[in-house]
């Protein structure tokens, strides 16, 4: 995950995306005697309002947007990611038997596991783009940070991740304002919308943390499914 991140900064350093800058890296431990990495420090806050204006869910989707500009092909440490936070799989889990289920999540893992996205050329994805992710002065996004689950994709990976993210932090009306920033700054219309809205729905514990936002999960992922 360091070296991922690492190569994560070096691509958007290349391509000038709002990113902290990498300052060095000891990957072998040869010097930190563990793997290392030094960045900067972005300025801003990464605090998310719980009543949240619309144009800074806009900003949310565009600044995603601009990252999603740059067609990659899969390297060694930006590999494809076919769902956000990759080091995590709950829907396997489900499957597995190693953690418990409800009959919606089955019932949308059972459909999801059918299908595939739509192919199309894979682009640099941050794979983790969540509010805490994101630091902001006033309704610019300064940076996005935390690097480590970066790789190439769909910019859906992203896209179904924030708006689910905005779901639960801040109402069912949300995902859509970050869904036309998104849109507005990328120029075309989102592929995929409601099948990304339920992968990243799936990578989720069954019950989340906080409780609350579990019936949130539920209500976001029945309208994805509604709409496949």
């Given at each position: 995950?360091?070296?991922?991140?690492?190569?994560?900064?070096?691509?958007?350093?290349?391509?000038?995306?709002?990113?902290?800058?990498?300052?060095?890296?000891?990957?072998?431990?040869?010097?930190?005697?563990?793997?290392?990495?030094?960045?900067?420090?972005?300025?801003g806050?990464?605090?998310?309002?719980?009543?949240?204006?619309?144009?800074?869910?806009?900003?949310?989707?565009?600044?995603?947007?601009?990252?999603?500009?740059?067609?990659?092909?899969?390297?060694?440490?930006?590999?494809?990611?076919?769902?956000?936070?990759?080091?995590?799989?709950?829907?396997?889990?489900?499957?597995?038997?190693?953690?418990?289920?409800?009959?919606?999540?089955?019932?949308?893992?059972?459909l999801?596991?059918?299908?595939?996205?739509?192919?199309?050329?894979?682009?640099?994805?941050?794979?983790?783009?969540?509010?805490?992710?994101?630091?902001?002065?006033?309704?610019d996004?300064?940076?996005?940070?935390?690097?480590?689950?970066?790789?190439?994709?769909?910019?859906?990976?992203?896209?179904?991740?924030?708006?689910?993210?905005?779901?639960?932090?801040?109402?069912?009306?949300?995902?859509?304002?970050v869904?036309?920033?998104?849109?507005?700054s990328?120029?075309?219309?989102?592929a995929?919308?409601?099948?990304?809205?339920?992968?990243?729905?799936?990578?989720?514990?069954?019950?989340?943390?906080?409780?609350?936002?579990?019936?949130?999960?539920?209500?976001?992922?029945?309208?994805?499914?509604?709409?496949?």
């Amino acid at each position: 995950m360091i070296a991922t991140n690492v190569a994560a900064l070096l691509t958007a350093d290349r391509h000038s995306l709002p990113a902290p800058r990498l300052l060095g890296a000891d990957l072998g431990g040869r010097t930190a005697g563990v793997p290392a990495s030094v960045e900067t420090t972005v300025p801003g806050s990464s605090a998310w309002p719980a009543r949240l204006g619309v144009d800074r869910l806009r900003a949310a989707g565009a600044a995603i947007a601009r990252i999603h500009r740059i067609p990659l092909a899969p390297s060694g440490h930006l590999p494809v990611r076919t769902r956000p936070i990759a080091v995590d799989d709950f829907a396997r889990e489900r499957r597995l038997g190693n953690m418990p289920t409800t009959p919606l999540l089955q019932r949308a893992d059972a459909l999801i596991h059918g299908l595939r996205a739509t192919p199309g050329p894979t682009v640099f994805v941050h794979g983790d783009v969540w509010p805490g992710n994101m630091t902001w002065s006033g309704s610019d996004c300064r940076a996005l940070i935390d690097w480590k689950t970066a790789g190439v994709g769909s910019p859906g990976v992203d896209l179904g991740e924030l708006r689910k993210q905005v779901a639960l932090a801040n109402g069912e009306d949300a995902p859509r304002y970050v869904l036309e920033g998104w849109e507005r700054s990328s120029g075309t219309r989102a592929a995929d919308v409601a099948y990304w809205d339920a992968v990243a729905a799936l990578n989720t514990p069954t019950e989340c943390d906080p409780t609350a936002h579990t019936s949130r999960r539920d209500k976001f992922l029945r309208a994805a499914l509604a709409r496949l």
